[in-house]
């Protein structure tokens, strides 16, 4: 199993500010992602980030909005670049450690963007 | 559009009965994955079901799986009022290694 530690758990941000969460793993993963979880609804897939290239976005997402790196196997960033009030969400790290197989997830951070 | 639409969307019982939560999908898949979520934190994995399996069990949990009807099932016996949560099916999306999260459904268990 993995443990995920997300930070920071919550904040509350100007609007035109970037914050950047980041997303330690405690043990080596094959995959890492960044989930968007508006408020009421279900996980929205941002994107899979890749280690030492450019992670892959899923439609709707584009780097300049949410540039994510992943320097090495169990650590990932995911910044929220510009923020609008409609980015208030919490946002979900998650790292999977086989093909297809189960997820673990941090805490989550939720984001309030004034 | 989500891959997985979960029913009913919210459901309150009364501890000790039984909760039922059902998930449709869209495409073929290797396999799908009930997961919860309290108080809209991180989410928990509680059981896989591959493909070729009808049925799975994990403690007060049962899962089964119907591929022809594309639609999976979540039995939750003996209800807690700890297990008030949102509960998510997840599958493949198109085949890769991508999750894809269903609508939830959210469970009150009212002690």
């Known amino acids: 199993s993995a443990v995920i530690s997300q930070k920071p758990s919550r904040d509350i941000c100007q609007r035109g500010t970037s914050l950047t969460i980041q997303c330690q793993v405690d043990?080596?993963?094959?995959?890492m992602f960044w989930y968007r979880q508006q408020p009421g609804q279900s996980l929205t897939l941002i994107a899979t980030?890749?280690?030492?290239?450019?992670?892959?976005?899923e439609s709707g997402f584009v780097i300049d909005k949410f540039p994510i790196s992943r320097p090495n196997l169990t650590f990932s960033t995911l910044t929220v670049s510009n923020m609008s009030p409609e980015d208030s969400s919490i946002y979900l790290c998650?790292?999977?450690?086989?093909?297809?197989?189960?997820?673990?997830f941090g805490s989550g951070t939720q984001l309030s963007v004034l | 559009s989500q891959q997985g639409e979960e029913d009913p969307q919210a459901l309150s019982i009364q501890e000790g009965e039984n909760a039922t939560m059902n998930c449709s999908y869209k495409?073929?898949?290797?396999?799908l994955q009930w997961y919860r979520q309290n108080s809209g934190r991180g989410l928990v994995h509680l059981i896989l079901?591959?493909?070729?399996?009808r049925e799975k069990h994990s403690g007060r949990l049962r899962v089964t799986l119907d591929t022809s009807k594309k639609s999976s099932s979540l039995l939750i016996t003996a209800s807690r009022a700890a297990d008030t949560a949102s509960y998510f099916c997840?599958?493949?999306?198109?085949?890769?290694?991508?999750?894809?999260f269903g609508s939830g459904t959210r469970l009150l268990v009212r002690p």
């Open positions: 043990s080596q993963v094959t995959m």
């Open positions: 980030a890749n280690q030492g290239s450019e992670a892959t976005y």
């Open positions: 998650s790292a999977t450690q086989g093909w297809k197989e189960k997820l673990f």
């Open positions: 079901i591959r493909s070729n399996e």
């Open positions: 495409t073929s898949i290797n396999n």
């Open positions: 997840a599958t493949e999306w198109d085949s890769s290694y991508k999750l894809i």
